[in-house]
């Protein structure tokens, strides 16, 4: 069942310090939703939740903000106990909170790569716990999933994000199945590169990833709300017309997707090897 009036709806967003998670927030309060936001960033979330109120000092809804480190099960289950007690209820979970690190896959270490799993994928997997009896006893609510584009394609020098974000692809869509008819919804996102903290990774890294910055948090965020009232299943943004194109390459022949991934990446590589010895 689509959420289709946001007004006294009660959200919880995590990574809400900021990026698409603020952004999001704001939208939400804006238009009249009890937002809580959480984050493990404690002095950025109080700066958050100032932000988000002065933004939208007429607005009606509550802004409150509980740290919370996502890979801590006992903490979220705590978040989303606090959400429900002050509430009495939970409508949307929207699932921000994430890392992104690049680099050869000789040089990632287990610690990252374990690092990037338990934030991403754990993360969202112990708010799905944490908030499903609420939603169960309601019989509404709705999932917000933030993965990638990379959650779709495979990436050179991103293979710890790729595998992140395909993990919260595949869950998502087992969770669709297995809530089908309970009256709560799942929408992942998969968003290109989005001008947030979590891109400026250094020069370097910008140019063997061929970043190309075409989306903002505040555009993702209002898609995000389109979608969940539309009870959207996914929601691809990929304005980038070389991305936009490797997707739907991928849909018809993924092994061909792949070809020209690996072409393109070893193109960058021999072009900066060249510009370093000129």
């Not at 002050?86 to 949307?92: A, C, K, M, V």
Request: negative net charge.
């Amino acid at each position: 069942m689509a959420l289709k009036n946001f007004e006294g709806a009660v959200a919880v967003i995590t990574g809400g310090a900021s990026g698409i998670g603020l952004a999001t927030a704001q939208a939400l309060h804006a238009r009249g939703a009890h937002v809580v936001l959480a984050d493990i960033n404690q002095q950025g979330l109080r700066q958050a939740e100032e932000q988000t109120r002065l933004r939208n000092p007429e607005a009606m809804g509550n802004i409150s903000s509980i740290p919370t480190d996502v890979t801590n099960e006992q903490q979220v289950q705590a978040l989303m106990q606090k959400a429900t007690e002050t509430f009495g209820r939970i409508n949307l979970v929207v699932t921000c909170a994430g890392v992104g690190r690049g680099g050869p896959i000789d040089l990632f270490t287990s610690a990252e790569m374990q690092t990037m799993m338990n934030i991403n994928f754990m993360g969202t997997y112990h708010c799905v716990q944490a908030a499903l009896p609420t939603m169960r006893q309601q019989q509404s609510g709705h999932f917000v999933f933030l993965s990638s584009v990379a959650g779709k394609l495979g990436a050179p020098m991103l293979t710890g994000y790729c595998a992140s974000k395909w993990a919260i692809r595949g869950f998502s869509i087992a969770l669709r199945a297995e809530l089908h008819g309970s009256g709560i919804g799942v929408t992942t996102v998969y968003p290109a590169w989005v001008d947030t903290p979590m891109i400026h990774q250094g020069e370097d890294a910008t140019q063997l990833l061929n970043v190309q910055v075409l989306l903002t948090a505040d555009q993702v965020a209002t898609e995000i709300l389109q979608a969940v009232t539309e009870d959207r299943r996914d929601l691809t943004l990929a304005p980038n017309p070389d991305i936009a194109t490797i997707l739907q390459i991928m849909k018809e022949d993924p092994d061909k997707a792949e070809q020209l991934s690996g072409e393109a990446f070893q193109q960058r590589l021999a072009k900066i090897a060249a510009q370093q010895r000129g």
